[in-house]
């Protein structure tokens, strides 16, 4: 093992620009059908990405908009584990903290209260997280370690694999929750690319990801848990 990732499709608009009034990380626990959570990550041109996640993992994720002009959210989000999307649509409400008041239809039914805890630029995973990596049967060896990500997403930290010697890591998650930290080996064998992101449920933050290497086909595979 020599190279560690964790990342997942969303993307960010981090760059320069003019911050929206409303932008930053909204996040809520709530109850539909099961305990929930949800965090809405409004971008600075009032573009959103946003999860819904459950104690197991991120259940939904999808994109929304904020409108600033008629304070309106409308947002989409889909599951690999439900044919049914939810559907999202609700209201802004400007303060100290800004809010969110959003209804979901369709596969989670639930009108959920969101509160600004978080700045577009920053990311409210900051902390330190144990790493813990398993391997699936005969792909190679697992790990333990330990990641510290900054207010600004900074990651940095050690792994080391079983029976090996530590390895520094270091890599950025943006705000929601994606983003990567590795230490690159010399060859593709060398290389673990892990696929997955952070989620925070009742106010634990924690991430799930799975890993191959990338020389053809994977020698090592497996998943990893990131806890606080």
């Not at 990550?41 to 996640?53: G, H, K, M, P, Y």
């Not at 270091?170 to 952070?198: E, H, K, L, N, R």
Request: net charge negative; hydrophobic share 30%.
């Amino acid at each position: 093992m020599c190279c560690y990732a964790v990342g997942c499709s969303m993307g960010g608009n981090h760059g320069g620009g003019n911050h929206s009034p409303y932008d930053g990380t909204y996040v809520a626990d709530f109850t539909s059908a099961s305990d929930n959570a949800m965090l809405v990550f409004v971008q600075r041109d009032n573009s959103a990405e946003l999860t819904i996640s459950n104690d197991a993992g991120v259940d939904y994720a999808g994109t929304g908009t904020l409108d600033p002009g008629n304070l309106s959210f409308i947002g989409t989000a889909t599951s690999v584990y439900s044919p049914t999307p939810v559907q999202i649509m609700g209201t802004v409400v400007a303060g100290n903290p800004n809010a969110l008041n959003l209804t979901l239809t369709g596969g989670v039914a639930a009108t959920v209260h969101l509160n600004l805890v978080g700045a577009e630029d920053m990311t409210i995973f900051a902390g330190t997280y144990t790493l813990t990596a398993t391997p699936d049967p005969g792909r190679g060896v697992g790990g333990t370690g330990t990641i510290t990500i900054g207010t600004f997403g900074d990651v940095s930290g050690t792994i080391t694999p079983t029976g090996g010697s530590p390895m520094s890591l270091s890599g950025t998650i943006t705000p929601d929750g994606s983003g990567s930290y590795q230490d690159q080996g010399a060859g593709p064998a060398d290389t673990i690319v892990f696929q997955g992101g952070f989620w925070i449920h009742n106010g634990v933050k924690q991430s799930k990801s799975v890993y191959n290497s990338i020389d053809n086909p994977p020698s090592s595979s497996g998943a990893t848990t990131c806890t606080q």
